[in-house]
């Protein structure tokens, strides 16, 4: 396995609309999709790619700790192109005793793990350009069997 480019990142904010506003207008950054599915509220933003960056709404709530918390959601490491590259990194993972989340996104397929202080790191492949065309694409996200 090998890192090939750092792909995305993804914060925790209290206020996805006022984010928005902050990251988009006032430091310019294009909005390229938004997710508003089962509680979940996202926008995603791109400076040429799928999406380079992205905001997370979450109540704020459990202190400095936890997935309602504001921060740092993960950051995304692209590996590859082709669904081989992930499953050696998914082998690699599993024998060095690594919790494997694999989640397909359609034009990419990921493996979400935490680092040792538990920080979120996605490692994943690009596997189409169709977000080029329709940019909601890369909202979704389904269990991934490798």
């Given at each position: ?42 926008s995603f933003f791109s400076l040429g790619n799928h999406h380079d960056f992205a905001v997370m709404e979450v109540s ?37 005793g690594i919790r494997i989340n694999p989640i397909d996104h359609d034009v990419t397929k990921s493996l979400y793990i ?33």
């Open positions: 396995m090998q890192v090939k480019a750092l792909g995305h990142v993804v914060i925790r904010v209290t206020d996805r609309v006022r984010a928005e506003a902050f990251y988009s207008g006032v430091l310019g950054m294009p909005v390229c999709a938004r997710l508003d599915d089962n509680g979940v509220r996202m704020g709530e459990g202190g400095a700790t936890g997935r309602a918390a504001v921060g740092l959601d993960h950051v995304a490491f692209n590996i590859g192109t082709d669904l081989d590259e992930l499953r050696e990194a998914k082998a690699k993972l599993e024998s060095a935490r680092d040792p202080d538990g920080n979120g790191v996605e490692l994943y492949v690009d596997v189409s350009d169709a977000w080029r065309q329709e940019p909601q694409r890369i909202t979704t996200g389904l269990p991934l069997a490798l």
